[in-house]
């Protein structure tokens, strides 16, 4: 009887070794581990001063009213929360057609800016700059009154106007204290525009500029328009959002955005775009690139989870590695306050 004897291993075949202890398994992550400085936590704030609202699309999220900010945060920041990202929710404020709501004294995010750069000034303040919270139509930018010629039902951007009204906005988020805008309307030109407004207000050496860059029309936004009432009226936002197919316009949103002033350059959701995630280091290498694990990617990991499908913490690291493995090193997630109470560092 022959016994098949295997030839002995080559030396290049044995992997185990460089992975059988934790801290040989981080450094195998070339040199880019998630630690809680990468984190911006997501925050939705409510026009009722002490609204504490769940939001049923996204568990463990809610409507924080301005008053309920300094217990929210506080243990947060304790555990070492670095970075949040806030946006408005306009319950009660009227809108219109150009939302003037959305740069109001009396708007949400001003007065939390005001009160978190008083109550916290070390944390790191950025704030998402767009219309469609605030526009009677939901649409991300200025309408025009000529037709869509692609699609009656689609809305046409008026293309300059929008800019320029996204770019007021973003110049009131910085004057009242934001440290970095985050422009997610997709309109073109406002990157420029904001950056042009920060130099002419004396504050573009004081708030950092992060795009949006390579924003999908993607059908994983459904909680986040539940949460911020941001769902539009008409139409969807297919003509200024990119192509979920497309590889290349990605591409040259993200190169524009960084010729045109950006700081910091996003792509937008994360796990279904770890290419283009990749495209942003490769194309843009001398800027952070940054990606949202966006409502609907933390609903789903979420919603396996509680099926039993597999391990909530367990998931949250693998999607979320992932997206620092493509080349983020900065992720919005709303994973951030259990990977505070997860992370060492
Ligand atoms: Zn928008």
Redesign the pocket.
């Known amino acids: 009887m022959s016994q098949f004897q295997a030839p002995p291993l080559d030396v290049s075949s044995v992997l185990h070794g460089g992975i059988h202890h934790p801290t040989l398994r981080k450094w195998q992550a070339n040199g880019r581990n998630l630690t809680k400085s990468m984190l911006i936590y997501p925050i939705f704030i409510s026009d009722d001063p002490d609204a504490e609202q769940e939001i049923a699309t996204l568990p463990g999220q809610k409507r924080w009213g301005i008053n309920k900010l300094e217990g929210f945060l506080g243990p947060l920041i304790a555990k070492g929360l670095k970075s949040v990202i806030l946006f408005g929710v306009p319950m009660q404020m009227e809108k219109d057609d150009r939302g003037s709501a959305a740069d109001d004294p009396k708007t949400p995010v001003i007065q939390a800016l005001h009160l978190l750069a008083k109550l916290f000034p070390q944390l790191m303040l950025c704030v998402d700059v ?3 919270e605030y526009t009677s139509h939901g649409h ?1 930018g200025i309408l025009s009154s000529l037709p869509n010629p692609g699609h009656s039902n689609q809305p046409t951007i008026e293309m300059e106007t929008s800019a320029q009204r996204i770019a007021e906005v973003a110049i009131a988020y910085a004057k009242a204290g934001a440290h970095c805008v985050a422009p ?2 997709m309109m073109d030109g406002r990157i420029r525009a904001i950056k042009l407004g920060l130099m002419h207000a004396g504050l573009a050496n004081r708030c950092a500029l992060m795009s949006y860059s390579a924003k999908f029309a993607s059908g994983l936004y459904g909680p986040f328009r539940d949460a911020a009432g ?1 769902a539009p009226s008409f139409g969807n936002r297919k003509c200024y959002q990119l192509p979920p197919n497309a590889r290349s316009i990605a591409r040259r949103a993200i190169q524009r955005d960084a010729a045109e002033g950006a700081d910091i350059l996003m792509v937008k959701p994360a796990l279904p775009y770890l290419d283009i995630i990749s495209d942003a280091a490769q194309y843009a290498p001398d800027h952070p690139t940054a990606c949202y694990q966006v409502s609907g990617e933390y609903a789903m990991v979420y919603a396996g989870a509680e099926k039993g499908i597999y391990d909530l913490k367990e998931m949250a690291f693998e999607t979320t590695e992932s997206m620092v493995r493509a080349g983020a090193s900065i992720i919005l997630t709303y994973f951030t306050p259990q990977f505070l109470d997860w992370l060492d560092e």
Do not use: Q, R, T
């Open positions: 767009c219309l469609c991300c997610s309307d941001s």
